[in-house]
């Protein structure tokens, strides 16, 4: 099986009930602290908001959702800012889950879903004003040829904005070894390693973030939320499926939590 087509079923695999937990929206989470209250669905949007804030889109203007998921956020950019949104998926599920929620959300005019490959992706050069990966780099193959795709379909002045696990500290590498293999990351690069591939693909970098502890250091939070969805969640999808569903996801939780950190970052094509 080719690495894209591994990782589409990677993604048909989890995204049902990452679905149905998250919202649509299968990224992390964002919480202040344990104390916080926030639902898992609305600390979830909260990142949604952190990273696409941050691309400063203006009505009308087209956007590229690069590894889209299930479709949420590109309903979010179209209903919130008013642009048209192309979103591309490797996973199957995900298309036919991103259609519907365009369909119900009432923007299926404006936001549209395809199976495509981010490191070639079939669109012409300079196509889309601003492109979002939200937590998608993390499974590309070889990051600076994505890097160079994402590049080449935004015009000159348009803007990025990805958000990714990093790495936040080199010790106890097998944790994080375990933590790689089960979400199938080829790479965990550092803040630094991050900004440098992006600069390396050409982009001139505007802003960025490192929010791990509100991030992957709320995992536990996050496993007490999700036990009190489960019997929603079984109910649903059966007993065996939610036992699956947690036992793919084991080795997510085995890094110390102050090991993996988050990066958000936001850069522009030069206008040359
Ligand atoms: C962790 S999910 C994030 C989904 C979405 N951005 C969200 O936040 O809800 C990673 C996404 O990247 C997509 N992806 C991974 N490799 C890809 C590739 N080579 N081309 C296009 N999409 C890809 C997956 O199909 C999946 O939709």
Known sequence: MSKTADIGEHYDKRS????????????????????DD???????????R?????????AGEHVLDAGCGPGETAVYLATRFGVRVTGITVSRFEIDRAVQRASSGGVAGTVTFAYDDFM??????????????LESLQNAPDLDQVLAELYRVLRPGGRISFSDFSLADQGDPARVATFMDTLKLP??????????????????IEEY???????????????ETALRMRDEVT???????????????HGFFVPRRNQIGYVIVSARKPHR
Not at 210 to 223: D, I, N, S, T, W
Request: aromatic share 10%.
């Open 209 to 223: 973030t490192e929010c791990g502890p509100r991030v992957f250091g709320q995992k536990a939070k996050y496993l």
């Open 16 to 35: 049902p009930i990452g679905d149905e937990l998250r919202n649509g929206q299968l990224h992390m989470w964002y919480w202040y602290d344990r104390e």
């Open 120 to 133: 070639s992706l079939s669109c012409p050069d300079a196509t889309f004003d601003a492109v979002l990966a």
């Open 235 to 249: 109910a649903k999808f059966g007993e065996d499926a939610v036992d699956e569903f947690s036992r793919l996801h």
């Open 50 to 58: 952190k990273v696409t804030d941050t691309l400063g889109l203006r």
């Open 187 to 204: 790479r965990l690069p550092t803040l630094p390693q991050w900004l440098e591939h992006a600069r390396a693909a050409g982009f001139e």
């Open 38 to 48: 926030a639902s898992l669905p609305e600390a979830v949007h909260r990142m949604t």
